[in-house]
T-cell receptor, first 117, second 112 residues
Framework: NAGVTQTPKFQVLKTGQSMTLQCAQD?????MYWYRQDPGMGLRLIYY???????DKGEVPNGYNVSRLNKREFSLRLESAAPSQTSVYFC????????????????FGDGTRLSIL | GNSVTQMEGPVTLSEEAFLTINCTYT??????LFWYVQYPGEGLQLLLK?????DKGSNKGFEATYRKETTSFHLEKGSVQVSDSAVYFC???????????FGKGTKLSVIP
């Protein structure tokens, strides 16, 4: 039961470097999401993809780009990493379709712990 | 915009004590409400949900009732166990929205 798989689990970058966080789900879900979790801030939505072929900005999209590669995979890219992007990043998916996506539970990966020096 | 406010932690309880974690929300229309739990080093897991007023979500001995009149969704458990130690997040999804809005989380520690 893989569910949502994120790679890598840990990463250390230097300021200005780029990297891509990978996420794949095996539940045939339509919607996928990227969040960041910072101490005392809860989770904040970076980008989401309501269905294959679409992506939309969330609450904190600046400094990030996403690609919905196919129905299974949704990647998050940092083009020029900054220390403020040090965080734990979570990918999630849900079965939501149409306009009712929000009331379907989201399934989360175990996170990528990213440090930027 | 939508917002969720939950009681700040950390909360420390003895085993078998009663648990309440308060959660209130601000949203237009009729949002769906959720409680998620995060164990150390893991992602979030759905604990329970309610999608309309007066619904009660329940799972693993935890309960929460969707109260439209008080815009609340408080989490309760009658007798906590050490294994319940985790961070609990209240969240809402606006009607027709894909976006979950989370509270800041409440860390619960249960001591034997």
């Amino acid at each position: 039961n893989a569910g949502v798989t994120q790679t890598p689990k840990f990463q250390v970058l230097k300021t200005g470097q780029s990297m891509t966080l990978q996420c794949a789900q095996d539940m045939n879900h339509n919607s996928m999401y990227w969040y960041r979790q910072d101490p005392g801030m809860g989770l904040r939505l970076i980008y989401y993809s309501a269905s294959e072929g679409t992506t939309d900005k969330g609450e904190v999209p600046n400094g990030y780009n996403v690609s919905r590669l196919n129905k299974r995979e949704f990647s998050l890219r940092l083009e020029s990493a900054a220390p403020s992007q040090t965080s734990v990043y979570f990918c999630a998916s849900s079965s939501g379709t149409g306009g009712g996506g929000g009331n379907q539970p989201q399934h989360f990966g175990d996170g990528t712990r990213l440090s930027i020096l | 915009g939508n917002s969720v406010t939950q009681m700040e932690g950390p909360v420390t309880l003895s085993e078998e004590a009663f648990l309440t974690i308060n959660c209130t929300y601000t949203a237009t229309g009729y949002p769906s409400l959720f409680w998620y739990v995060q164990y150390p080093g893991e992602g979030l897991q759905l604990l329970l949900k309610a999608t309309k007023a007066d619904d009660k979500g329940s799972n693993k001995g935890f309960e929460a009732t969707y109260r439209k009149e008080t815009t609340s969704f408080h989490l309760e458990k009658g007798s906590v166990q050490v294994s319940d130690s985790a961070v609990y997040f209240c969240a809402l999804a606006g009607a027709g929205s894909y976006q979950l809005t989370f509270g800041k989380g409440t860390k619960l520690s249960v001591i034997p």
